[in-house]
Nanobody
Framework: QVQLVESGGGLVQAGGSLRLSCAAS????????MGWFRQAPGKEREFVAS????????SYTDLVKGRFTISRDNAKNMVILQMNSLKPDDTAVYYC????????????WGQGTQVTVSS
């Protein structure tokens, strides 16, 4: 099985930075595509960023492009979301997710970590 645990959320003022981490367990982690999603109160869960199994390809929603960076360190079983120039609209619960390549499906999910950006 694969288990994902997020950490690094918190309260930050607009313009500040946070670094979210996703710690993965399971023998198949290094073979998975990984992504970050977020859900704000009253909103649907939305895609934030993803990185493929090898780290050769990344993708971002236009809402965070240029401000957020996704990376992975497979030797440490870690996925990172570096968030800079944070805005109040970034406030949400952020979730780490994993999926098998070519399936177009996110199968494994973390419990989420709260990010709150004050104005």
């Amino acid at each position: 099985q694969v288990q994902l645990v997020e950490s690094g959320g918190g309260l930050v003022q607009a313009g500040g930075s946070l670094r979210l981490s996703c710690a993965a367990s399971g023998r198949f982690y290094s073979n998975l595509d990984m992504g970050w999603f977020r859900q704000a109160p009253g909103k649907e869960r939305e895609f934030v960023a993803s990185i493929n199994w090898s780290g050769s390809s990344t993708s971002y929603t236009d809402l965070v492009k240029g401000r957020f960076t996704i990376s992975r360190d497979n030797a440490k079983n870690m996925v990172i979301l570096q968030m800079n120039s944070l805005k109040p609209d970034d406030t949400a619960v952020y979730y780490c997710a994993g999926g098998l390549p070519l399936t177009s499906r996110w199968t494994w999910w973390g419990q989420g970590t709260q990010v709150t950006v004050s104005s």
